[in-house]
């Protein structure tokens, strides 16, 4: 299997009222879990990595591994560069074969924004690569979370249409109450201000920070027309717990065995999301 544009992913999703989840990876045994659990659920499926990721390995690396990781699947599936935070990591990305790619600069002002997505759209089209940009501002909920600010700022659905109409960019993530991390409380999302914003912007919706959104809020959102979900912090968390209980109990001391019973707590977590968003099947 070789990736392929995100965009032909949210587009189905989109005209079929779904979401395609899309997870965050680090490594090999990551990127395979994530896959082999889509094709067996013959779901669509997003691999993602950022800038927090490229310090275990840069994105050619991890370009390679992933492509790796995929020619046994036959499922469509698109690779992610998530958050990334400079052009000149988007270059490298779209350089090493990501399908798609997000420069966020959601905390900086309009104008810079739209100029910068402007310069990643230009290099990305080319490729055949997908840009998704992000306006109003998601921010995080605890200390372990690296992607958002302190403060979330929530999108305004005229000024998302104007962000799209002058990037000319392939998706948007909108800030409706959403964070980055582990929610203290249930979310407050504001579906009133989602409906106007689909409303208002003619390309697919992306929610970030889908981890502990109840169901029910998220079958609504995407009903509101959220075509993608991005799932990181329970992902960390199942890994993280899985390790902790296997050494501070001292089994599996040695990393590798350790490492593979947490590919077996992660399994469930990505099962769940891809039922949950309604992607199982779609494939």
């Not at 002002?109 to 501002?137: D, F, K, S, Y």
């Not at 990393?255 to 099947?281: D, F, H, L, S, Y």
Request: hydrophobic share 50%; aromatic share 6%.
């Amino acid at each position: 299997m070789n990736f392929i544009p995100m965009a032909r992913l949210l587009e189905r999703a989109s005209a079929a009222g779904y979401a395609v989840p899309s997870f965050c990876v680090w490594n090999a045994e990551t990127m395979r879990t994530v896959l082999a659990v889509a094709a067996d659920l013959k779901a669509p499926v997003i691999v993602m990595t950022g800038p927090v990721e490229f310090r275990l390995l840069s994105p050619a690396e991890m370009a390679g591994v992933a492509r790796a990781m995929a020619e046994p699947c036959n499922i469509p599936a698109a690779f992610h560069l998530d958050h990334g935070n400079a052009l000149s990591q988007v270059e490298a990305c779209l350089a090493a074969g990501y399908t798609s790619v997000m420069l966020d600069y959601s905390s900086c002002p309009l104008a810079e924004n739209v100029a910068a997505m402007r310069q990643v759209v230009a290099l990305a089209r080319p490729r055949g690569a997908t840009v998704e940009g992000e306006i109003g501002h998601v921010g995080r909920v605890d200390d372990g979370t690296f992607e958002g600010g302190d403060v979330s700022n929530l999108t305004d659905p005229a000024e998302a249409a104007a962000f799209v109409a002058q990037t000319g960019i392939d998706a948007v993530a909108v800030s409706i109450g959403n964070a980055h991390g582990q929610y203290v409380g249930l979310p407050q999302l504001d579906f009133d201000r989602l409906a106007a914003i689909r409303a208002a912007v003619p390309v697919p919706l992306v929610l970030h920070g889908g981890s502990g959104t109840p169901e029910a809020d998220l079958r609504r959102a995407i009903s509101l027309g959220i075509a993608k979900v991005n799932v990181a912090t329970e992902l960390i968390a199942a890994v993280r717990e899985s390790l902790l209980e296997q050494w501070q109990s001292r089994e599996n001391l040695w990393a590798p065995a350790a490492q593979a019973v947490a590919m077996q707590a992660m399994g469930p977590v990505v099962e769940k999301w891809i039922r949950i968003t309604g992607a199982a099947g779609r494939a």
